[in-house]
């Protein structure tokens, strides 16, 4: 009988850690904070079995900046009304670094109150979620399923699921900031984007009206010509208007994946530039989420070098997957440039973003260019 309890117990062992290693995976695969905060406390309590799981992360003002929950319904919690604040147990464990685990909440000198439509709970377990030693968030779990009460086991397990979670959450909350900079990063970009381009041509454009104003009387002639050239200058600056605000939308990555937003990208660039922009894809592996948004970067990077300075009539690309990597080329067939140039480096293309950008992907970007053209090459890891 022993041998046999033996098994039970090395096959439920077995059984915890498969579940504990799937929480802990499909955690790390969500980056975005929201939804890794759904999948942990839906983790938690279905490692407990327990009716009702919530984890809060306070705001430091004596509320919560979130409180994620699981057992709930939506209309529940819509008539249980605005979050909680971090009193009674619920704040205990936010100021606590030991977990804290009873058969009856309501007996606990702590406890306070509930609000009507809030559900009567009995036995509860709270764990809190430290990083750096200091509380970032806790779990609370109640009404243990099968039970009077959560056991030591329970504990243990939602412990081990706290080490986890705090790095998830600090992973999840380093890459939104990551996001945050890349979009300071992009409109800095088309801030330079306006006054290089736009801001000259209108400064030109205010030039050349003041020219035609003064040769309308005198030289006639000369003055249409000027106006001709002024109609011009408008329209490539209205032009570059649309592009500079197409590049201004926010591009469907996350939802959509990164083939799809690039060819929706490539056919608004060919209907605002008219020229010719072929696309295209060998391999169906997509990248990690991460990797797309770099990846799409990069392409519109160097979609934008082509259109604005190569004088190309033709602009190819080309992304392929193959063998756990992924190849992005981005050719054209204009009069090309020297990518050594550290004047052009530094103020023009945006070459020492793109090669930043592949070096954090773990790739590497190559420019060949000669009078030929320009071919933008980069190869990285898909995950």
């Not at 033996?6 to 980056?31: I, N, P, Q, R």
């Not at 099968?146 to 979670?165: P, T, V, W």
């Amino acid at each position: 009988m022993a041998r046999a309890s033996g098994k039970t117990e090395a096959s439920s062992d077995a059984s915890l850690l498969k579940t504990m290693s799937d929480a802990v995976l499909a955690m790390t695969a969500e980056l975005r904070v929201e939804g890794m905060l759904q999948r942990l406390v839906e983790s938690a309590r279905g490692l407990v079995q327990a009716q009702y799981a919530a984890l809060g992360i306070p705001d430091g003002e004596g509320g919560f900046a979130q409180f994620i929950t699981s057992g709930m319904s939506d209309e529940l919690m819509r008539a249980i009304g605005p979050l909680p604040r971090t009193h009674g147990l619920l704040g205990a464990m936010l100021e606590e670094t030991a977990p804290y685990r009873t058969s009856d909440i309501r007996k606990d000198p702590r406890f306070e109150w509930w609000p009507p439509p809030h559900p009567r709970m009995t036995s509860f377990l709270g764990v809190p979620i430290l990083s750096k030693g200091k509380v970032i968030a806790a779990f609370y779990l109640t009404e243990k399923i099968g039970a009077k009460d959560f056991s030591e086991e329970d504990q243990r397990i939602i412990e081990m699921l706290a080490a986890h979670g705090a790095i998830a959450i600090e992973n999840a909350r380093l890459f939104e900031r990551s996001r945050e900079l890349s979009v300071v990063e992009e409109r800095n970009r088309l801030a330079r984007e306006l006054h290089d381009s736009v801001s000259q041509t209108l400064f030109s454009i205010s030039l050349v009206a003041d020219a035609a104003a003064t040769l309308i009387e005198r030289e006639p002639a000369r003055a249409r010509a000027q106006v001709e050239g002024l109609r011009d200058m408008a329209r490539a600056a209205m032009q570059e208007m649309r592009s500079l605000i197409f590049e201004l939308r926010p591009a469907e990555i996350d939802a959509d994946g990164l083939v799809p937003t690039l060819r929706k990208h490539i056919d608004v660039l060919r209907r605002v530039h008219n020229i010719e922009i072929e696309f295209r894809e060998n391999g169906s592996v997509r990248p990690a989420p991460g990797v797309e948004r770099e990846l799409y970067r990069i392409a519109q990077e160097a979609l934008s070098n082509a259109l604005k300075h190569s004088h190309a009539n033709r602009i190819d690309v080309e992304l392929g997957a193959r063998d756990g990597r992924v190849t992005l080329v981005v050719a054209d067939d204009g009069t090309g440039f020297d990518p050594t140039d550290a004047q052009i480096r530094s103020t023009k293309l945006g070459i020492t973003s793109m090669e930043e950008r592949a070096e954090a992907l773990g790739g590497e970007l190559r420019i060949d260019s000669d009078e030929g053209g320009t071919r933008v090459t980069l190869e990285a890891p898909v995950g």
